[in-house]
């Protein structure tokens, strides 16, 4: 028989391996993380709004029953703050996703809480009318149509990267509409360790401060990740000792992606060296550079700072792309500079290196017509 850590009782739920604790200092445990979590920042004041993203996964599932926990404690611990509560549809299997869009609503007014839905081939279009709550939002043919061929048109590893950086764009759009100065994700250690090695990867290094600190500040309404420090064994338990019900359990990433195998890779990681996982997040948090340029990517808005930097990473992808594509007898110096800009759309003016080189992958890269008229009018 197991004994929990914490109080010597039966101890049922086992993390680790080697750790046990019974339910209840379990989910004292969980509840504790989030609220360090949030109370480390002193950014939040009270009655602050806060517009909570839920996809209906294993991470959203337990964000909104912890927020609807601290939103209804009695005393010096009760989370003060105004939630709104928003679920992006998804575009690929439309049946599917009206499915999943229902059992969020109802999942939702379970709790009490109302929730917006909305397309994500809203991304299309640069206007945004705030839907009525627990609706189904509609759907305009042309306008999926034109963001299926976007998205289509990009391998795997672009495609999930992209459709990353949209989501991102169309939460801060919704805050907006509500006067919500702050965005909560549910993103968790797992998936932030995830999401640190596919940057690297992908040529997104100088933006991992952002894309997996605690707080997302490129934009004034700033994303936080209030459960980043909680593993996916962790939110596994925790959905099982209070009976929640997940949504959705798959994998959306393609399995011919980067991002499909730096997954894995992790997974395993967690499994079988469970302590270095939490060590690739903390590493994250100390990484970067605070101080804000004014030139910010069109669609990331990620620092566009390339003045001070000898041979990057990037020229030197640039150039031996360059070179494999190009006949010998063209490849001087002067033929592979203006080649650089022409192969990676709109680069370091415009857009980072990552949401470039996503484009130049696509055979179709007409871009929202709003993001179109910055680039040519600047
Ligand atoms: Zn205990
Ligand atoms: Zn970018």
Do not use: W
Not at 9 to 22: A, E, P, Q, W
């Amino acid at each position: 028989m197991s004994i929990c850590k914490k109080c010597n009782g039966y101890g049922t739920v086992i993390l680790r391996k080697v750790d046990s604790y019974c339910e209840s200092c379990f989910l004292i445990g969980a509840n504790h993380k989030f609220r360090a979590c949030l109370g480390k920042t002193k950014t939040l004041s009270p009655n602050e709004k806060v517009l909570i993203c839920i996809k209906g996964g294993l991470g959203s599932t337990v964000l909104l029953d912890l927020v609807s926990n601290g939103l209804t404690l009695d005393n010096h611990k009760k989370l003060r703050i105004i939630p709104y509560f928003l679920h992006l549809k998804g575009f690929e299997n439309e049946e599917k996703n009206l499915e999943i869009a229902k059992a969020v609503i109802k999942m939702c007014n379970v709790y009490g809480f109302n929730v917006y839905v909305s397309n994500i081939s809203d991304y299309i279009h640069s206007d945004y009318i705030l839907p009525d709550v627990n609706t189904l939002p509609t759907l305009d043919d042309v306008t999926v149509d034109r963001f299926q061929m976007l998205i289509r048109s990009m391998p795997p590893t672009a495609q999930i990267d992209f459709l990353a950086k949209i989501k991102r764009k169309l939460f801060i759009r919704v805050a907006q509409k509500l006067e919500c100065k702050f965005i909560f994700s549910a993103e968790t250690t797992t998936t932030l360790a995830h999401h640190l090695l596919s940057n690297i990867a992908t040529g997104r290094g100088s933006q991992v401060q952002n894309d997996i600190g605690f707080s997302d500040n490129r934009d004034t309404i700033k994303i936080l990740r209030p459960i980043k420090d909680i593993t996916k064994e962790e939110l596994t338990h925790y959905v099982h000792v209070k009976a929640l019900k997940v949504i959705h359990n798959q994998e959306t990433e393609r399995k011919d992606s980067l991002q499909s195998i730096i997954s894995a890779f992790v997974t395993d990681l967690q499994v079988n060296f469970p302590a270095t996982v939490s060590t690739i997040c903390k590493t994250a948090d100390k990484i970067g550079n605070h101080h804000h340029k004014t030139n910010k990517c069109e669609i990331c808005e990620s620092d566009l700072d390339m003045e001070n930097s000898q041979l990057s990473a990037l020229e030197a992808t640039s150039f031996s792309r360059i070179i494999s594509i190009m006949e010998p007898q063209h490849r001087n110096r002067d033929n592979i500079t203006n080649k650089n800009s022409s192969l990676f759309p709109y680069i370091h003016k415009f857009l980072c290196y990552g949401c470039s080189r996503n484009l130049s992958e696509a055979s179709n890269s007409e871009l929202p017509s709003y993001i179109l008229d910055k680039i040519k009018v600047s």
